[in-house]
């Protein structure tokens, strides 16, 4: 199984930015995908997340702001990245889940300067 989340970087207060999480080896359209998000010394936390028939649930923080999808023709899950604010700066990592097995990717680094 692997899991390659790509489109991090630097961007301004307000800016935007468009992760992508490329999957295989799992039966993508079956599995629930997230986005997690971790800074150094506090636990990782849940972004968002989609479900293989398209629901999808956000973290109060970026409500409104963020947006998760997904392509099950590309196996890939998206995290459109709106008025992003430096508190949103942290490793953000892609996860896989179905039938109580999960599955993580390498972290992309998101950093937002104010």
């Known amino acids: 199984v692997q899991l390659q989340a790509s489109g991090g970087g630097l961007v301004q207060t307000g800016g935007s930015l468009r992760l992508s999480c490329a999957a295989s080896?799992?039966?993508?359209?079956?599995?629930?995908m997230s986005w997690y998000r971790q800074t150094p010394g506090a636990q990782r936390e849940l972004v968002a997340a989609?479900?293989?028939?398209?629901?999808?649930d956000y973290a109060d923080s970026v409500k409104v702001r963020f947006t998760i999808s997904r392509d099950n023709a590309k196996n890939t899950v998206y995290l459109e990245m709106n008025s992003l604010k430096p508190e949103d700066t942290a490793v953000y990592y892609c996860?896989?889940?179905?039938?109580?097995?999960?599955?993580w990717g390498e972290g992309t680094q998101v950093t937002v300067s104010s």
């Open positions: 996860s896989s889940y179905r039938a109580g097995r999960s599955y």
């Open positions: 080896g799992i039966i993508f359209r079956l599995n629930t």
């Open positions: 989609i479900t293989g028939g398209g629901s999808t």
